[in-house]
């Protein structure tokens, strides 16, 4: 609860900051898009990893205040690249399950869109497994008008949790991302490799995008081109970047 209101603090003073990802295109090496994580640094307690303060926020709730504003500082930020010559196809956003919940949601992204003047293409939110576990109708409505805006809608972690294929059929998707547990085993684990092979059909059979997470060797850059995945994602390209340096890797390529 200290860091609840520290991260209420945080929030009203702009303290926040998001950092972005690279992500591949395999067959061209061109950007296809980024991925926006939130990185908060606490002048007394420091560096705290979104995997602490995410659940932080969704117990004390600000988890809605925080997705917000992860939407306007990317869209924010889209701009000001955009002005300096910097073209960046598409940020990916990650919100969170409740958010998904919240009938406002479609209606908040269109009005960032429109305010600053971005094509919604421009912009992904990305959900996790869980969300699709919830049977909640106004999720299904909110993932429904949200694709109607022709914003992307990626299912992040996936392979992770318990969602059958029926269900991912059911969603209104783009792009699908491979969880990095499994391109983390894939030189050596036949199943993790079974599986990566099955998601990466099934996705583009399903029209999707799909994405790898945790490229981490150029072994497994390698074997993800043989398999025919579409872009890629992890520390072999680049680390989260905050978006000065994110412009210096696009020039130094
Ligand atoms: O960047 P890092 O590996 O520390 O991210 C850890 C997790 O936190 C990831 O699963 C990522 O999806 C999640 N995350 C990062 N930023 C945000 C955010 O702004 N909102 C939500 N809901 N999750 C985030
Ligand atoms: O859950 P989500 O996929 O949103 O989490 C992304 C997290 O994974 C970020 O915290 C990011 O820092 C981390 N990450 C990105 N690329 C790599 C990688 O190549 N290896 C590892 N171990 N972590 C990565
Ligand atoms: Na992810
Ligand atoms: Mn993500």
């Not at 294929?165 to 209104?172: D, I």
Request: charged share 20%.
């Amino acid at each position: 609860l200290l860091l609840g209101s520290a991260l209420r603090e945080t929030l009203e003073n702009g303290r926040l900051a998001l950092h972005y990802q690279p992500q591949v295109a395999a067959v061209s090496g061109q950007l296809y898009g980024v991925e926006a994580l939130s990185r908060w640094h606490h002048p007394h307690l420091g560096n705290i990893f979104p995997s602490r303060f995410i659940a932080v926020a969704e117990a004390t709730g600000q988890i809605e205040a925080i997705g917000t504003w992860s939407l306007e500082e990317a869209c924010r930020q889209i701009v000001a690249w955009d002005s300096d010559g910097i073209r960046v196809p598409t940020v990916a956003v990650n919100l969170s399950a409740g958010h998904f919940r919240k009938l406002q949601l479609p209606a908040t992204i269109d009005r960032l869109l429109k305010e600053y003047g971005i094509e919604p293409r421009r912009l992904t939110v990305e959900i996790t497994e869980s969300v699709m576990m919830d049977e909640n109708q106004d999720t299904m409505a909110v993932l429904h008008a949200i694709r109607t805006l022709g914003v992307g809608l990626s299912m992040d972690d996936f392979g992770t949790g318990f969602s059958s294929l029926s269900r991912l059929t059911r969603l209104p998707l783009t792009e699908i991302k491979i969880d990095r547990s499994f391109i983390m085993n894939l030189e050596h684990d036949a199943n993790a490799q079974a599986v990566t092979t099955a998601v990466i059909g099934i996705g583009s059979r399903l029209g999707m995008t799909v994405v790898t997470e945790g490229v981490e060797t150029e072994q497994q850059k390698a074997l993800l081109e043989s398999l025919h995945c579409d872009v890629m994602q992890g520390y072999l390209f680049s680390k989260p970047l905050p978006p000065d340096a994110l412009g210096q890797w696009l020039l130094s390529r």
